[in-house]
């Protein structure tokens, strides 16, 4: 199928051939929206759709004027209709410019969605785009679903958003382009080897599809079969659900252990959705799984997040709203560990638990099963750290043998496990545990500055 099959394909899966349907063409007048909104020009008239082409001037570069100049002038030329909207450089803030400038215009082409009936917003988005963003979010970590990357079609503003070049690799474009002799502005930005996208752009895909010519279809293949992964997962979690939830839409945990390992931690998440609507990452939940399990505690109370507790009563978990705390305890008097996540445990204090050594998690430390859920919290008097031989030093004496001054030492926070025993005076000390106690290690790691 060639390139062109494979555009129309794609518009008519979406049942956009039809002259009686209006589409919102998003053009940056980049190569890649320009291809976008020619392919779309060169439909035959029985099957095209009506074109309104939207564009953002996002006054973020100079050339940002000839640019809407450039596509005012060419839709004048080929009777399209044009919306343009400005994001005044007034509005732009002072980080995070790009995640603000998306926002800014979704919302732009909800609008016009809305204004001219469209059924559908066209973004350029193409293979190697899906691929940048692949490599990216495969360095940064995260949930595996991330991975599934930028879907070809979604619901958006009443409509559908589609993405009908993601079959078409750049190469493509620019040869499509050149061949057409379609013109277009080429984004200065995208040279700039300073954003990490750029970089990935014009090292890491090359290299790779040196290593297989096919890299961005092999992309593509890996991203189907995992979303063909997480469905059959949420029809088992959907099949399983009923087996553990009770008539209460309490959890019974008896039932919720019979069921094999590595379902326990999906299905808690499930239900933890539908009872909050709040989706929590399986890693997140991870320690409240242990916490459930711990059979030595068989009734609790466990803060999830800000505004729900989870409850556990023996054999049945329910949650509840989250106590609003007794005003005299300071915000923050103990916080939950999140792995993988650092936490600002004082004012100019971060700290995190690792499950992997990285750049700043140097203090490996053993942990069993019951340590979770782990705490920051200040330290008390009576708090006592281990040592090796057995041994205990109250965190008191440690504080006092390190000199720290008498004003300072409020400030200190310890890292307990479950049972309140001190693993870690921060900043300070480490508690003792041999290197075959437990059975996972974690990393601590410790930032300065506020
Ligand atoms: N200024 C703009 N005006 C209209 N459409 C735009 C503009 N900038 C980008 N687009 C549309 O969005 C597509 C993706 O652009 P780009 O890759 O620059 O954005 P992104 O921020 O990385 O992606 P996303 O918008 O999905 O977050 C373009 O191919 C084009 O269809």
Not at 354 to 383: C, I, K, M, N
Request: hydrophobic content about 40%; aromatic content about 8%.
């Amino acid at each position: 199928m060639t390139p062109v099959q494979q555009f129309n394909r794609q518009l008519a899966q979406s049942r956009l051939l039809y002259p009686t349907k209006t589409v919102v063409v998003a053009v940056s007048t980049g190569v890649d929206s320009m291809v976008l909104l020619t392919l779309l020009q060169r439909l035959p008239v029985r099957q095209r759709p009506r074109i309104i082409v939207a564009h953002v001037n996002h006054h973020l570069r100079r050339q940002s004027q000839r640019e809407a100049a450039f596509l005012t002038r060419y839709c004048a030329e080929h009777h399209l209709t044009l919306q343009v909207t400005d994001w005044p450089v007034q509005s732009h803030p002072q980080t995070g410019v790009e995640a603000a400038g998306r926002a800014f215009r979704y919302h732009f082409f909800e609008q016009v969605m809305a204004t001219t009936g469209a059924v559908a917003v066209l973004t350029a988005h193409h293979a190697n785009d899906q691929a940048e963003t692949y490599l990216m979010k495969l360095a940064r970590g995260g949930d595996v679903a991330q991975l599934t990357g930028i879907a070809p079609q979604r619901p958006f503003a009443g409509g559908q958003l589609i993405r009908p070049l993601l079959t078409w690799s750049k190469q493509t474009i620019r040869a499509y382009a050149a061949a057409q002799e379609i013109q277009f502005y080429e984004d200065v930005t995208n040279q700039d080897v300073q954003f990490t996208r750029n970089r990935i752009r014009q090292r890491v895909v090359p290299e790779l599809t040196t290593v297989n010519p096919e890299f961005l279809t092999h992309v593509a293949g890996y991203q189907q079969q995992l979303r063909q992964l997480l469905t059959a997962k949420s029809e088992m979690v959907a099949y399983l659900l009923p087996h553990v939830v009770t008539e209460t839409e309490t959890v019974n945990l008896a039932a919720l252990q019979r069921v094999p390992a590595a379902w326990q931690l999906p299905l808690l998440r499930a239900w933890l959705h539908q009872r909050t609507h709040e989706l929590f990452s399986e890693e997140k939940l991870r320690p409240v799984m242990h916490w459930l399990q711990n059979t030595n505690h068989p009734t609790g109370t466990l803060p999830v997040n800000g505004t729900v507790d989870l409850v556990k009563q023996v054999d049945i978990i329910d949650v509840r709203p989250h106590k609003k705390r007794v005003k005299k305890l300071m915000p923050g008097e103990k916080i939950m560990v999140d792995l993988n996540q650092w936490q600002k445990i004082t004012a100019t204090q971060t700290a995190g638990l690792f499950s992997h050594p990285t750049v700043a998690a140097g203090q490996p430390l053993r942990l069993v099963e019951q340590d979770w859920p782990l705490y920051w919290r200040p330290w008390r008097a009576g708090d006592q750290l281990t040592l090796r031989g057995g041994g205990h030093q109250s965190v008191r004496r440690v504080l006092i043998d390190q000199k720290l001054p008498a004003e300072q030492r409020s400030r200190v926070r310890v890292l307990v496990n479950a049972h309140e025993q001190v693993l870690w005076v921060v900043g300070h000390k480490f508690t003792y545990r041999d290197h075959d106690f437990g059975t996972q290690t974690v990393f601590l790691a410790l930032k300065h500055g506020s």
